[in-house]
Structure formats: C-alpha cells, structure tokens
T-cell receptor, first 111, second 114 residues
Framework: GENVEQHPSTLSVQEGDSAVIKCTYS??????FPWYKQELGKRPQLIID?????GEKKDQRIAVTLNKTAKHFSLHITETQPEDSAVYFCAASSNNNDMRFGAGTRLTVKP | EAEVAQSPRYKITEKSQAVAFWCDPI?????LYWYRQILGQGPELLVQ????????DSQLPKDRFSAERLKGVDSTLKIQPAELGDSAMYLC????????????FGPGTRLTVL
C-alpha cells in the first residue's frame, strides 16, 4: 500500500518569511495529493490539492509542487502570518481511494 | 455552507464498554470515510463506503470495530469492547463521488478510554 512520509515534523518561522513542507510517497499509482490544515481541536481543512497531470498549483500565498519522477510534493507558504500557525498534513491517494496521510508538520509563525 | 456532522463530540468510557459514533455526511455525498487520528499523528483510514457498500475496510480491526451505513446516508462506527489503545480522535469525511477527490471532514469525536 501507499506510504507517505512528511518532514519536518516541526517548523518555526518569523512572520513574513516563507515556509516549505515536503512529502514523499511510495505508490506510483497515486494521482491525487491534497494538503490539509488542522488547528488545535478543529477539523482538518483542505487548503490546496494537486493532481498528477500538473506540476504546480498556486492559490494566493499557497503553492504546491509535484515531482512524479521523484515521488515527492511540497507545500510552499509565502509571507507567513501568525494565523498560518497550525498542523499541516499531506496526503496521497489513487482516485480518492485509500487516502494515506503524512504524520503532520507543526508550523509556528512568530510575530 | 454544508458541513459533515458528527456526534458526540467527546466520549469518555471505561475499557471493555461499548461505544458508538455517528456521522452525517454532506447531503448528496455518496462516499463516506471513517478515520482514526492518534494524537500527534495523521489520520488513518479505517473504512470507506460508497453509498451503503463497504469499499475498503482493510485497516479496520474487525474483531472489535464495526461500521455500517444502512441507507447510504448517515453512518455509525462501533467499538466493542473498547481498549485503552482506542483513545483517539475519530474523524468522518465525505466526498461527492469516487471520481471527485476532495474529502470534507467533520469535527470528530474525541474518545478517551479509562
């Protein structure tokens, strides 16, 4: 089955700096890669996703890149703000089946 | 905006007792998922339904866990008997259909087994 590894486990940045979180996956059949943000005690919220037919997707300050050959994808947050502080999870699945999540990255943005 | 509903939000039980969690997906969503999230880890898929049918329950500990979605709408996840290691957040998610990938999560049920 799919195995998703995520790093770093914790990340601390100054407000205004960029943050990058990286994930690798094992199953070459995986074709959907979402990123979720989870604030303390709240539900995971989808922030951006990418499918295997594109290499990059951007939504305002958030971007995701995908390298299918190397089987890794990354989340980039620019101009970080304190409200970006949360745990971020990457995930991978094949046609929305058997979604596997990474262990999460706790991002802290210092004002 | 429609959301996935779950109840109860919190449940404290003693080991060997039975517990049940309920999930109501977003109206019209055919696919429903139950996940377990242990503190400090990512969600782990337990079972996936397509309408009333189980699509994947390969990671469901079937000796003590069961899940049903009898009418293809809401769903119940049961644990009997509960064990200390079952303490976790149980998340439900739904998506419109298998070909549409986005999963929307409910608020979860936090289970504590004493």
């Amino acid at each position: 089955g799919e195995n998703v590894e995520q790093h770093p486990s914790t990340l601390s940045v100054q407000e205004g700096d960029s943050a990058v979180i990286k994930c690798t996956y094992s199953d070459s059949a995986s074709n959907y890669f979402p990123w979720y943000k989870q604030e303390l005690g709240k539900r995971p919220q989808l922030i951006i996703d990418i499918r295997s037919n594109v290499g990059e997707k951007k939504d305002q300050r958030i971007a995701v890149t995908l390298n299918k050959t190397a089987k890794h994808f990354s989340l980039h947050i620019t101009e970080t703000q304190p409200e970006d502080s949360a745990v971020y999870f990457c995930a991978a699945s094949s046609n929305n089946n058997d979604m596997r999540f990474g262990a999460g990255t706790r991002l802290t943005v210092k004002p | 905006e429609a959301e996935v509903a779950q109840s109860p939000r919190y449940k404290i039980t003693e080991k060997s007792q039975a517990v049940a969690f309920w999930c109501d997906p977003i109206s019209g969503h055919a696919t429903l998922y139950w996940y377990r999230q242990i503190l400090g880890q990512g969600p782990e898929l337990l079972v996936q339904f397509q309408d009333e049918s189980v699509v994947d329950d390969s990671q469901l500990p079937k000796d003590r866990f069961s899940a049903e979605r009898l009418k293809g709408v809401d769903s119940t996840l049961k644990i009997q008997p509960a064990e200390l290691g079952d303490s976790a957040m149980y998340l439900c998610a739904s998506s419109p259909d298998p070909g549409v990938d986005t999963q929307y999560f409910g608020p979860g049920t936090r289970l504590t087994v004493l």
